[in-house]
T-cell receptor, first 115, second 116 residues
Framework: QKEVEQNSGPLSVPEGAIASLNCTYSDRVSQSFFWYRQYSGKSPELIMSIYSNGDKEDGRFTAQLNKASQYVSLLIRDSQPSDSATYLCAVNMVGYGGSQGNLIFGKGTKLSVKP | DAGVIQSPRHEVTEMGQEVTLRCKPISGHDYLFWYRQTMMRGLELLIYFNNNVPIDDSGMPEDRFSAKMPNASFSTLKIQPSEPRDSAVYFC??????????????FGSGTRLTVV
């Protein structure tokens, strides 16, 4: 059974701090990793993707991937109250012929940024 | 592009009734996915299509659930008969295998289904 694990939280950080969200996955052959943000009552929104070991930065967001440890994380610098949401980690299962398969989602970590 | 369009946004129905959820994917996307989200189980994949062909329906809970994709611009998810435990938010998402390197999905706004 392929799984994606996240701490459910809630994770509470003060405004301006760094929020660190973590995710582990069970499938060693997974190649594509994503972070989605979901505001309450809304649909998931893609915010970061990462495919290679190391760090990938996009504005205040940094995704980190360690395939050997089967671990992916998301750092949010200078956290803002508007970042308060549930963050979903998703891992792609490779489909037939190496094409895109489907995403397995973690249950998400709820982040609360306090002013 | 208008994004992934789902209808209806909300559906309240009585147990035993048939429910049909609809989805229009983003034009040019050749993958379409149906997910269900609950507090207890999170986002669960029900079924996905590639080029209108069902590829994996192992997540469909039981025979009461069925999905079709008659053409590249339309898909339905049907529950017959509906039960209270089917109450959830149902999301449709689409994606392209040959995009700009970003293989993430674009989700629709979801259908909140309540079966009473």
């Amino acid at each position: 059974q392929k799984e994606v694990e996240q701490n459910s939280g809630p994770l509470s950080v003060p405004e301006g701090a760094i929020a660190s969200l973590n995710c582990t996955y069970s499938d060693r052959v997974s190649q594509s990793f994503f972070w989605y943000r979901q505001y309450s009552g809304k649909s998931p929104e893609l915010i970061m993707s990462i495919y290679s070991n190391g760090d990938k930065e996009d504005g205040r967001f940094t995704a980190q991937l360690n395939k050997a440890s089967q671990y992916v994380s998301l750092l949010i610098r200078d956290s803002q109250p508007s970042d308060s949401a549930t963050y979903l980690c998703a891992v792609n299962m490779v489909g037939y012929g190496g094409s895109q398969g489907n995403l397995i989602f973690g249950k998400g970590t709820k982040l609360s940024v306090k002013p | 592009d208008a994004g992934v369009i789902q209808s209806p946004r909300h559906e309240v129905t009585e147990m035993g009734q048939e429910v049909t959820l609809r989805c229009k994917p983003i034009s040019g996307h050749d993958y379409l996915f149906w997910y269900r989200q609950t507090m207890m189980r999170g986002l669960e994949l029900l079924i996905y299509f590639n080029n209108n062909v069902p590829i994996d329906d192992s997540g469909m809970p039981e025979d009461r659930f069925s999905a079709k994709m008659p053409n590249a611009s339309f898909s339905t998810l049907k529950i017959q008969p509906s039960e209270p435990r089917d109450s959830a938010v149902y999301f449709c998402a689409s994606s392209s295998d040959y995009g700009t390197g970003n293989y993430g999905y674009t989700f629709g706004s979801g259908t909140r289904l309540t079966v009473v």
